[in-house]
């Protein structure tokens, strides 16, 4: 009887179902779009991951909406921070960035590594009698302005204007 489900097994082996419900898409179009899916996937757990989400308890369904979209905002400036910079790299022929700790070398910076390095940056106000005397700009290094100008981004925007 064993012998029965062990050669059942074996005919289905690395076999699995794609089920969608979609009637329109051809077979070879359902299995382009599960093949997508890991990309997906790495976006959403970026949500858990670089946006740190965390259980919350929303009663009013328009909070749960808003709250959403302001996820959804999130992921998709994550993948234009990464769309942006690895197409300047292709662009300037720049094959790696020292992003990784100890400056190593980097094929394909995700937004992690982009706000990481650029999370230390700071502006500060010298206020004399609530009067501002002085603006301290955040210090760019040669690695940032590299970075923007791959993403063809001005030094300019982090910058007060008058």
């Not at 259980?55 to 234009?80: G, M, T």
């Given at each position: ?16 179902p ?9 077979l ?33 369904v ?31 022929r ?69």
């Amino acid at each position: 009887m064993k012998d029965d489900v062990v050669e059942a097994d074996a005919r289905t082996d690395g076999m699995f179902p794609l089920i969608t419900n979609d009637r329109n898409l051809s077979l070879q179009q359902v299995l382009e779009a599960y093949k997508f899916q890991p990309r997906l996937e790495k976006r959403h757990e970026q949500l858990k991951s670089v946006e740190d989400l965390a259980p919350v308890w929303l009663k009013n369904v328009s909070r749960i909406e808003a709250l959403l979209l302001l996820y959804f905002v999130a992921l998709l400036v994550h993948a234009l921070l990464e769309r942006e910079l690895r197409q300047g790299m292709a662009r300037e022929r720049v094959e790696t960035l020292p992003l990784y700790p100890e400056e190593r070398e980097c094929r394909a910076p995700s937004t992690e590594r982009i706000l990481d390095l650029f999370a230390p940056l700071q502006r500060h106000r010298l206020r004399q009698h609530g009067k501002l005397v002085q603006v301290f700009e955040p210090e760019l290094g040669t690695l940032h302005q590299k970075i923007l100008s791959l993403m063809r981004v001005p030094v300019s925007a982090f910058r007060l204007r008058p």
